[in-house]
T-cell receptor, first 112, second 113 residues
Framework: LAKTTQPISMDSYEGQEVNITCSHN???????ITWYQQFPSQGPRFIIQ???TKVTNEVASLFIPADRKSSTLSLPRVSLSDTAVYYC?????????????FGTGTRLLVSP | NAGVTQTPKFQVLKTGQSMTLQCAQD?????MSWYRQDPGMGLRLIHY???????DQGEVPNGYNVSRSTTEDFPLRLLSAAPSQTSVYFC????????????FGPGTRLTVT
């Protein structure tokens, strides 16, 4: 599994756009990039997955450049309820069960 | 759908005691798994199952046993509790066709004294 590096923490204010970048220099051809969100005292929750270019859903957007060595999770107009830890994971999703490898993630704090 | 449920929410054990953490899902997911999360750290995979009757070890399996006799249930057994097993335990499940999208339960907070 490719190792990922992301900032330990980020601060933002309500209404701002937040971009969390993840570095994965050793990403393999078959690897996808997946992001999870974890609120305090809860299990992680799947947010979004992508392979290249841009993916958007009702929660976030994921930007992946052509070389795929990094990716950026974009949260539009954050609110206090977006305060959470965000995990970037990289792995081959074509090989059965996914042994998700969670690092320490990025702790996002949204203030009023 | 209740999703993924775990019992108990909290448990305190003495060193050497055994217990079973329960996990159930009602989404007919093929895959199920157990993770532990220590304070300030990411999750680590303990055991997983790709279907009834099939289990395999994850990253940190020592001290734990699992079985999967039905699609819905995946209990985790602590054989002889040790303080190093103090952690929050999460059960997760997913469809085989979307294995990257795992649904996590609310967790069991275990303290071993």
């Amino acid at each position: 599994l490719a190792k990922t590096t992301q900032p330990i923490s980020m601060d933002s204010y309500e209404g701002q756009e937040v971009n969390i970048t993840c570095s994965h220099n050793n990403i393999a051809t078959n690897d996808y990039i997946t992001w999870y969100q974890q609120f305090p005292s809860q299990g992680p929750r799947f947010i979004i997955q992508g392979y290249k270019t841009k993916v958007t859903n009702e929660v976030a957007s994921l930007f992946i450049p052509a070389d795929r060595k990094s990716s950026t999770l974009s949260l539009p107009r954050v609110s206090l309820s977006d305060t959470a830890v965000y995990y970037c994971l990289v792995g081959d999703t074509n090989t059965g069960f996914q042994k998700l490898v969670f690092g320490t993630g990025t702790r996002l704090l949204v203030s009023p | 759908n209740a999703g993924v449920t775990q019992t108990p929410k909290f448990q305190v054990l003495k060193t050497g005691q055994s217990m079973t953490l329960q996990c159930a899902q009602d989404m007919n997911h093929e895959y199920m798994s157990w993770y532990r999360q220590d304070p300030g750290m990411g999750l680590r995979l303990i055991h997983y199952s790709v279907g009834a009757g099939i289990t395999d070890q994850g990253e940190v399996p020592n001290g734990y046993n699992v079985s999967r006799s039905t699609t819905e249930d995946f209990p985790l057994r602590l054989l002889s509790a040790a303080p190093s097993q103090t952690s929050v335990y999460f059960c997760a499940s997913s469809y085989a066709s979307r294995a990257y999208e795992q649904y996590f339960g609310p967790g069991t907070r275990l303290t071993v004294t």
